[in-house]
């Protein structure tokens, strides 16, 4: 079992940056795979991105590749989120979710269903 925690949320202008994380408990961090998720006023859940126990594989939504750089290390228990460019289209409450699992990002990762544990997440607003 895991649990998590976001932070470093907050009020930003539109254009400027916010680094997101995730931080975990647990012996076995390594062993899960994470998304992070976000949650605007009146919209479902979305899937932002998603990245393997390892590191090394990571997939994005079309909202934020290019602009989100999803990273952990694993001798912190942390996985992070790089936001630039932000857009005020990108205000709301962002989640890290994980699940135990060795399996690469893919579609059906980007599935909230998929993951077994979330956070209480954290607020972003990005102001015009």
């Known amino acids: 079992q895991v649990q998590l925690v976001e932070s470093g949320g907050g009020l930003v202008q539109a254009g400027g940056s916010l680094r997101l994380s995730c931080a975990a408990s647990g012996r076995t961090f390594s062993s899960y795979f994470i998304g992070w998720f976000r949650q605007a006023p009146g919209k479902e859940r979305e899937f932002v991105a998603a990245i393997s126990w390892s590191g090394g594989s990571t997939y994005y939504a079309d909202s934020a590749l290019g602009r989100f750089t999803i990273s952990r290390d694993n001798a912190k228990n942390t996985v992070y989120l790089q936001m630039n460019s932000l857009k005020p289209e990108d205000t709301a409450v962002y989640y890290c979710?994980?699940?135990?699992?060795?399996?690469?990002?893919?579609?059906?990762?980007?599935?909230?269903?998929?993951?077994?544990?979330w956070g209480q997440g954290t607020q972003v607003t990005v102001s015009s």
């Open positions: 979710a994980a699940v135990r699992s060795l399996e690469v990002p893919t579609p059906k990762t980007s599935a909230s269903t998929w993951y077994d544990y």
